[in-house]
T-cell receptor, first 111, second 116 residues
């Protein structure tokens, strides 16, 4: 358990509204990640961070932005939510031994 | 490009049967890492194992065992004497070892149902 929390755990929002998901870790890990999970696709990387204010895109980054102002917090923002962004979002951190540990997930529904 | 394929979408077994979950990967990297994760019905992702590309030794942990074969680019997972609590979605994942980014490429997952 890498001490990762995500908030909110569930959210329903309307198309076109901005949404921010928060990931908080207590392990002081340098690397943090945001993934989305959809049926038939497994998990896909949205964005990741390799340090404070250092971020990069993943496989499915369109429509998402991220920010990391502190080591412990990694925010994922949907600037204008669309129905295709209905998904379960997982945050993760990486240990020095390479394995990633995941937060409990956020279920987002865009209506 | 890296890719992970879990060809078995769903597997159903009866308790105490042995079951093998297949994982085939593609990568051009010489250094890489392979992982298995378990996602029980409660939804969290649980890390099971990491294997380095330069270590082909198979591993056993209780009823779980993993067979890593570079020659066939496979990293299969066997559960011996399955139990109902093994019912979950299992994901195989790949990470390159050269860039240190740790980005994971996941397979589509295999849903295992163990019936009593």
């Amino acid at each position: 358990d890498a001490g990762i929390t995500q908030s909110p755990r569930h959210k329903v929002t309307e198309t076109g509204t901005p949404v921010t998901l928060r990931c908080h870790q207590t392990e002081n890990h340098r690397y943090m990640y945001w993934y989305r999970q959809d049926p038939g696709h497994g998990l896909r990387l949205i964005h990741y961070s390799y340090g404070v204010k250092d971020t990069d895109k993943g496989e499915v980054s369109d429509g998402y932005s991220v920010s990391r102002s502190k080591t412990e917090d990694f925010l994922l923002t949907l600037e204008s939510a669309t129905s295709s962004q209905t998904s379960v979002y997982f945050c993760a951190t990486k240990r020095a031994t390479y394995e990633q540990y995941f937060g409990p997930g956020t279920r987002l529904t865009v209506t | 490009a890296q890719k992970v394929t879990q060809a078995q979408t769903e597997i159903s077994v009866v308790e105490k049967e042995d079951v093998t979950l297949d994982c085939v990967y593609e990568t051009r990297d010489t250094t890489y890492y392979l992982f298995w994760y378990k996602q029980p019905p409660s939804g969290e992702l649980v890390f099971l194992i990491r294997r380095n590309s330069f270590d082909e030794q198979n591993e056993i942990s209780g009823r779980y065992s993993w067979n890593f074969q570079k020659s066939t680019s496979s990293f299969n997972f066997t559960i011996t004497a399955s139990q109902v609590v093994d019912s979950a979605v299992y994901f195989c994942a790949l990470s390159d070892g050269s860039s240190n980014t740790g980005k994971l490429i996941f397979g589509q997952g295999t849903t295992l149902q163990v019936k009593p």
